[in-house]
């Protein structure tokens, strides 16, 4: 096996284990043995679980940032269907088997505490989203504010969508965004 082919075992178990179980309750033995390689060999290529981490957690940003302009670009459509084209993405992803909330919050909640390395990736992680959603009230001519409005709602419904279960939190707020959709477009000179 390849140094590149045990990395990526080694990230593609630890974002399966810390996602389902969360990061402190996943030992690097436990770690080990669900990559398939030895402990020898996680400690040459990631020397601290925080640097297995924060690597899993640049995987899944680049995973949340590719998946939702490629759920964007695929709406198509005018200013509005991309705006509410964010709620289908997040709607799919509540209807996986596996879904658990936010990676982000929840290693913000587990070690963002403890830890300012993990806060700063998880703060890039939310103000990369909230610059996304400028970009796309911008593109539509909207005024500004609606983009931090959209985000919230967009944040709240990962965590409701998690605790509670129901991937219908994603409908709901596509729902609610509408309305601050239309708010905006009935005081904005611009029509979206």
Same mark, same amino acid.
């Given at each position: 096996?390849?140094?590149?082919?045990?990395?990526? *075992?080694?990230?593609?178990?630890?974002?399966?284990?810390?996602?389902?179980?969360?990061?402190?309750?996943?030992?690097?033995?436990?770690? *080990?043995?669900?990559?398939?390689?030895?402990?020898?060999?996680?400690?040459?290529?990631?020397?601290?679980?925080?640097?297995?981490?924060? !690597?899993?957690?640049? *995987?899944? +940003?680049?995973?949340?940032?590719?998946?939702?302009?490629?759920?964007?670009?695929?709406?198509?459509?005018?200013?509005?269907?991309?705006?509410?084209?964010?709620?289908?993405?997040?709607?799919?992803?509540?209807?996986?088997?596996?879904?658990?909330?936010?990676?982000?919050?929840?290693?913000?909640?587990?070690?963002?505490?403890?830890?300012?390395?993990?806060?700063?990736?998880?703060?890039? +992680?939310? !103000?990369?989203?909230?610059?996304?959603?400028?970009?796309?009230?911008?593109?539509?001519?909207?005024?500004?504010?609606? !983009?931090?409005q959209l985000s919230i709602l967009a944040e709240g419904a990962q965590s409701t969508a998690a605790i509670s279960a129901d991937p219908q939190v994603a409908v709901q707020a596509r729902d609610a965004a509408e309305v601050l959709i239309d708010a905006a477009v009935r005081s904005s000179?611009? *029509?979206?």
């Amino acid at each position: 096996m390849t140094e590149d082919e045990a990395r990526e *075992r080694i990230l593609s178990a630890a974002d399966e284990l810390y996602y389902r179980k969360g990061y402190a309750a996943v030992g690097m033995d436990e770690l *080990r043995a669900a990559a398939g390689v030895s402990l020898r060999r996680l400690y040459t290529l990631f020397p601290a679980k925080n640097d297995i981490v924060t !690597a899993v957690l640049a *995987r899944k +940003h680049a995973e949340w940032e590719n998946g939702l302009t490629a759920a964007v670009a695929d709406a198509g459509g005018d200013a509005r269907t991309r705006l509410l084209a964010v709620y289908g993405y997040l709607e799919d992803w509540f209807c996986t088997d596996d879904f658990r909330g936010c990676a982000f919050i929840n290693a913000f909640g587990e070690l963002g505490g403890t830890n300012p390395e993990v806060a700063s990736i998880v703060r890039t +992680h939310k !103000a990369s989203f909230q610059e996304y959603m400028t970009g796309l009230v911008e593109g539509a001519g909207a005024p500004a504010a609606l !983009a931090a409005q959209l985000s919230i709602l967009a944040e709240g419904a990962q965590s409701t969508a998690a605790i509670s279960a129901d991937p219908q939190v994603a409908v709901q707020a596509r729902d609610a965004a509408e309305v601050l959709i239309d708010a905006a477009v009935r005081s904005s000179p611009v *029509r979206l």
